[in-house]
């Protein structure tokens, strides 16, 4: 929706593609480490073509999130080992320093049970056996991170604003998004 309304190129997270998921849904400990190293490579790809664009991209996934959310709670729930952890944590330490922030990010906050409502939504067989601890432990990763994050940043409440269902919703999404990125004025 956002890509209609402003004309940016849209990047999905490639999920169906992905060798690692529904491995890693069955035995989380046994493929954590490979599946965060599968989704570090391909968003440090995808980084280093955006930055070579002329376009105006929005992602639905950062590099960030994997590094930040998702690899610190499976090493924190004992899903990967310290030593797979470190050198995940070098690699994306080697990454960082050839990435800058990107020029906003869009943070949607939601409670377990909406989280849940869309993972559900989703449809996707292997998310379907999603432990509820692995998910309060990325909700809370993502609290934190989102607490320290240091770029320009706008928080929706995912709960609340139903921007997919409501125009009013969308447009009120919209009218932030022009603010941080445009002044104080939406754009027409």
């Known amino acids: 929706m956002l890509a209609h309304r402003y004309g ?95 020029d906003l990010m869009i943070y949607i906050r939601s409670s377990i049970p909406t989280l849940v409502a869309q993972i559900q939504k989703r449809g996707r ?13 990325l909700k809370k990763r993502y609290e934190d991170w989102i607490a320290t994050y240091s770029g320009q940043l706008i928080i929706i409440d995912g709960d609340k604003c139903k921007f997919g269902d409501q125009p009013e919703h969308f447009q009120q999404v919209t009218d932030m998004i022009d603010a941080k990125l445009y002044g104080l004025f939406p754009m027409e």
Not at 17 to 25: E, G, I, M, T
């Open 125 to 137: 067989e292997y998310e379907q056996t999603m432990r509820l601890d692995y998910l309060q432990g």
């Open 8 to 102: 940016w190129t849209p990047r999905f997270e490639p999920v169906d593609n992905n060798p690692y998921l529904s491995d890693f849904y069955a035995d989380m400990k046994r493929w954590s480490f490979n599946l965060q190293v599968y989704f570090l490579s391909k968003r440090f790809k995808e980084v280093v073509e955006i930055s070579k664009s002329d376009d105006t991209i929005i992602q639905d996934r950062t590099i960030f999130e994997d590094a930040c959310i998702f690899a610190p709670n499976l090493h924190g729930q004992g899903m990967m080992s310290d030593r797979d952890f470190e050198t995940y944590s070098d690699l994306f330490q080697l990454m960082m320093s050839l990435v800058r922030l990107p």
